[in-house]
């Protein structure tokens, strides 16, 4: 690494080449991933019942088009509205599927007359006099399938729903969907919802909103930087390697051609916390140097650096790499990228950290210690002659106290953290006046739900669900189901069932129910095959009758209503159980809960093993199995206390959230190395405890709280952020960093403390007995 | 709307040799198809296997009589065999040759009940399988403009490549190309196009002559658009029998296949 340093050019252009390379690859090969089948693991159980039925019942997410009059939809003006953007959607947007299209211009009426039965769309050209417009409703008013489903409760408002194709790409779709309508608008307002509208939406707004705050959140770190740092230099140097491990990290990426996953946004927020850790400490070391010897030769600064430094950074950089290729273990695909991009990222930094200070010297020589400042004596560590710290009197007396503190914190955190939920809602990430909410507001209000889960039932044998039995149990059910006002709308085969059991009994009231009779539900079945559409039929039971799909409008897509609706469901698995019918699930509402479950145990699992590895690499790199334990504690409490918040302030755990407590392993092994590093090395110099308690908070605690105010006073920025998932991102950094050198600075200083008093600490004995 | 015949459809007809020297257009392929002879009435088991795009297959055994009069009234009556829980399902249609709908009735045992059931779509589905009401009626050429497109050799028969195209449009298909037999007047195969792309095809997989009268006895309707498809097989074809007059009405669809 000296010899190195002796030769800055060419080492910089290297590492400019290097950098170029990597910035071409990424130029060439990077590509973003917003598919969020993309992320799910495919090959789990759930995701297999979920496709499988999605492909066998034509389950896809929907795109919804509703139109609502100011008086009353049954006007010339509305209906030929239904009819052209019905007919011509599919042709204007491929995504649309032509098929299966629910609108007043497609649903299947079945209606029974005085002299038989009927199964057609509700208009075909629109009505001509009011007289017909007057039979319209009438008929749309008597059918529960489509009252208060296709239209309004108030006849104000009709909807219709195209299936989308699964490729679609929602963010394009979304745009120019929202565009193209507008032209409908007038009198009637047009609204477009639907789930991959909200995930379109969703997925250009949470990057552009990054990309305005992004700038905003660095210059603010740079300006606090020179104010901590004082030198232009080192701040600039700071960022470089900020830069240049980003660069580094994503130019592997694209060199093995792996897509960037929306996660891997918060790569460089780990590597900004990490990397500016870094360079803060080869700053502060620098500047030690100088005060101590402001004579000193640029080699002597570089030597002195370097034999400082070197140690702790590589031990802080490969702790940390190790420590987040355990999320290497998680079952998501961009989690486990996430884990060794960053580690790629943070040893990137540690290299250029390690070399370009050096070199930064050798170019431009011993950088200027600037003003004085009152507090500079302290930084000096001349035995006997400072002032304790206020902090270091705290540490050295009140060590039972802090102890305590700690402890609380970190039950209460323990506490929130059980109330931590899983939300995979993509609407939660609006704001309530937020176009995309009020629409979606509007929907759910008027019709049956935007959002919908489809619960799978299958039979042990074919014809199951022709018996009377297994159908009432679902009927039964399906209308527990629909008590629940966040349910909007329930529809299965029994609906078709008890429909054609009522208008063939001549609408008796009764007759609305499922019959007790096998072959007369199989009669109807035939009936409805002769008389309507056969595919209608198909999407809510299989060829063989032996496997049925039911659909739940729900009114909203909270990962919470789906938890309920799974639990009310398990109470009839007996029921069902009983006729050998099992149940499934399928959606892209359920896979997307599912998902966040196994995200979260995925996540909770690999910071586990992280904790884990950092504490035997601690244990390892210091010889004492206290100080791993003690090292790990402040990260463990930050882990804690971060899930803690997110549980008490209802932040709920996502892809990005739930990668934010990286944030406190990474940083966390960062300060304790340095911290314990710098305790061990003073007391094996020979200074007392609380000297080397004062020593160690004004070199290496000066560092450390430098680090988190730039940081955390860079990210709080995006608290300001219109995007409220940004938001949250932007105040759990900037906890994660307060926590850790806060922890880092208490905890971890009053255990060392108290173990070197106990003498638990491989410190030489002439040394170990100075109190 | 056309008169339907839904059995008449399926048997494809009878020779009549051609007195044409004369180039023959189209046009008098398709009307020479439609003339055939289809016998007075007809008596038949048909047999439908359709197939959805999983590869799983429904069976429908039905047994059915079919009978046109002079005025080109055309009356059907069905019966379900099997399946077992639609056993005795009985379906009457009549069909004129003017624009009036079809009328259709349906006899459900389990309910007991003869009801009357809506006029369909002539492109809708027939009994949710591959073919369309229209499939299995003759489609009156005039429905159609058509054009000769050459002859080729299909199992060492000559038959007509004829082409139509509807007159009136519809979202089923915009051009048919039928392969008919010359001189023998029944088409063996016939390709559904809609814009530019053949959405369905049917093949005509064997044939037999009874009472000098031809009958399609297996052919496949496949979708090639959804991937499924329906195969039909007749046996125990008969024609000319000695009927009840009293047969193609709501009684005897409540008496069941007992004739």
Redesign the interface.
């Given at each position: 690494m000296k010899r190195i340093t002796q030769r800055p050019l060419p080492v910089l252009l290297a590492i400019l080449l290097i950098s170029i390379l990597f910035v071409l690859q990424i130029a060439d090969n990077a590509q973003l991933e917003t598919d969020l089948d993309e992320y799910m693991p495919s090959e789990h159980p759930a995701f297999v019942a979920s496709d499988a039925a999605s492909e066998e019942f034509g389950i896809t997410d929907s795109i919804m088009i509703a139109i609502e009059h100011p008086e009353s939809i049954y006007n010339v003006g509305t209906f030929d509205k239904i009819r052209e953007l019905s007919e011509q959607l599919p042709e204007v947007f491929e995504e649309l599927l032509d098929e299966d299209i629910t609108s007043l211009y497609h649903a299947d009426n079945i209606t029974g007359s005085e002299w038989g039965l009927e199964v057609g769309p509700f208009f075909e050209e629109t009505p001509e006099s009011q007289e017909e417009f007057d039979l319209l409703r009438e008929q749309v008013a008597s059918n529960e399938m489509v009252y208060g489903s296709v239209v309004s409760l108030d006849e104000t408002s009709t909807i219709i729903v195209f299936p989308l194709d699964e490729e679609a790409d929602t963010k394009t779709l979304e745009k120019e969907l929202t565009e193209y309508i507008s032209r409908y608008e007038g009198p009637e307002n047009i609204y477009v919802a639907g789930r991959p509208i909200v995930e379109g939406a969703l997925a250009s707004l949470g990057p552009a909103d990054m990309a305005r705050m992004f700038p905003i959140v660095m210059i603010t770190m740079i300006i606090l930087l020179y104010i901590l740092l004082r030198s232009i230099r080192h701040t600039i140097l700071n960022m470089v390697i900020v830069l240049l491990g980003t660069i580094a990290a994503f130019g592997t990426m694209a060199m093995f051609k792996i897509p960037v996953y929306s996660v891997d946004t918060m790569i460089p927020v780990m590597l900004i916390a990490i990397g500016v850790a870094y360079g803060i400490h080869m700053h502060n070391t620098i500047m030690y140097l100088v005060r101590k010897n402001s004579l000193i030769t640029k080699d002597q600064l570089i030597n002195e650096t370097l034999s400082q430094m070197t140690r702790p950074v590589v031990m802080a950089a490969i702790t940390t790499a190790i420590g987040f290729s355990a999320l290497m273990t998680s079952q998501v695909l961009p989690v486990r990228y996430f884990g060794l991009f960053s580690s790629i990222g943070v040893l990137s930094e540690m290299l250029f950290a390690l070399l370009l200070f050096p070199l930064s010297i050798r170019l431009l020589g011993v950088p200027k210690t600037g003003r004085k400042r009152e507090d500079e004596d302290l930084e000096l560590p001349v035995q006997g002659k400072i002032k304790d710290h206020r902090w270091t009197v705290y540490i050295m007396n009140k060590g039972k106290l802090i102890t305590l503190i700690a402890v609380i914190v970190a039950v209460l955190g323990g506490v929130g953290a059980t109330k931590i939920w899983i939300d995979t809602s993509f609407l939660a990430n609006f704001e309530e006046d937020h176009p995309i909410s009020v629409t979606d507001r509007f929907v759910n209000e008027t019709f049956a739900g935007t959002s919908s889960i489809n619960i799978i039932l299958s039979g042990e044998q074919p014809d199951t669900f022709k018996t009377p039995e297994a159908l009432s149990l679902m009927a039964e059910m399906q209308d527990a189901f629909v008590e629940d006002p966040m349910i909007g709308g329930a529809f299965s085969l029994t609906d078709f069932i008890k429909r054609m059991n009522f208008v063939l009994n001549e609408e008796q009231d009764e007759y609305f129910s499922i019959p007790d009779n096998q072959e007369l539900i199989a009669q109807y079945l035939l009936l409805y095959d002769m008389s309507g559409d056969p595919e209608t039929i198909a999407k809510v039971v299989d060829y063989d009758y032996q496997k049925t799909n039911m659909t739940l409008q729900l009114k909203s897509d909270s990962s919470s209503l789906i938890e309920k609706i799974i639990a009310q469901v398990a109470t009839y698995e007996e029921d069902f159980g009983d006729l050998g019918i099992t149940i499934t699930y399928a959606g892209s509402g359920y896979t997307s809960f599912i998902f966040a479950d196994l995200l979260m145990e995925g996540q909770v699992l690999s910071l586990g093993i992280s904790f884990l590895i950092v504490a035997v690499l601690l244990t390892l790199v210091f010889k004492s199995m206290f100080i791993g334990i003690a090292g790990t504690t402040p990260i463990a409490i930050t882990a804690t206390v971060n899930f803690g918040v997110m549980g008490l302030l209802g932040i709920p755990l996502s892809s990005a959230t739930a990668l934010i407590s990286s944030i406190a392993i990474g940083i966390g092994v960062d300060y304790a190395i340095h911290l314990i590093e710098h305790y061990m090395n003073r007391r094996n110099e020979g200074f007392s405890i609380s000297e080397t308690v004062n020593e160690t908070i004004s070199h290496t605690g000066k560092a450390i709280i430098f680090n988190a105010i730039a940081v955390m006073g860079g990210f709080i920025v995006l608290t300001f952020s219109v995007f409220p998932p940004n938001r949250q991102v932007g105040s759990l950094i900037a906890l994660n960093m307060v926590l850790s050198a806060l922890g880092t600075l208490s905890v971890l200083l009053v255990t060392l403390v108290h173990l070197d008093k106990k003498h638990r600490l491989p410190i030489k004995t002439a040394a170990a007995n100075k109190e | 709307m056309k008169a339907k015949r839904i059995i008449g459809g399926l048997i494809l007809l009878i020779a009549t040799t051609s007195l044409y020297a004369v180039p023959i257009t189209g046009e008098q392929i398709m009307q020479n198809v439609y003339d055939r002879d289809t016998g007075n009435n007809m008596q038949a088991n048909l047999r439908m296997e359709i197939m959805?795009s999983?590869g799983?297959?429904?069976e429908r055994d039905i047994i059915q009589v079919s009978q046109e009069d002079q005025d080109g009234i055309e009356k059907k009556l069905m019966f379900?065999l099997s399946?077992a829980?639609?056993k005795d399902?009985g379906?009457l249609s009549i069909s004129y040759p003017d624009d009036r709908d079809d009328d259709q009735?349906?006899y459900?045992?389990?309910?007991r009940?003869v009801?009357?059931?809506?006029a369909?779509n002539q492109n809708?589905?027939f009994?949710?399988s591959d073919f369309t009401y229209d499939d299995m009626g003759t489609r009156n050429p005039n429905k159609d403009v058509h054009t000769l497109l050459g002859t080729t050799m299909i199992d060492g028969q000559e038959c007509y490549i004829v082409e139509s195209i509807p007159k009136v449009s519809n979202k089923e298909f915009d051009r048919t190309v039928t392969y008919i037999v010359k001189d023998q007047w029944y088409g063996l195969n016939k390709e559904y196009h809609y814009k530019g792309e053949m959405v369905r095809e049917l093949t005509i997989n064997s044939l037999e002559s009874i009472n000098g009268i031809y009958v399609i006895n297996d052919m496949v309707m496949e979708n090639h658009d959804k991937g499924t498809q329906t195969r039909i097989t007749m046996s125990d074809v008969s024609f000319d029998n000695d009927l009840d007059s009293g047969i193609f009405t709501d009684r005897q669809l409540k008496m069941g296949p007992r004739f």
């Open positions: - | 959805n999983r799983q297959v429904r379900f399946p829980d639609v399902t379906f009735w349906i459900l045992p389990a309910l009940r009801k009357r059931i809506a369909k809708d589905s009994m949710g």
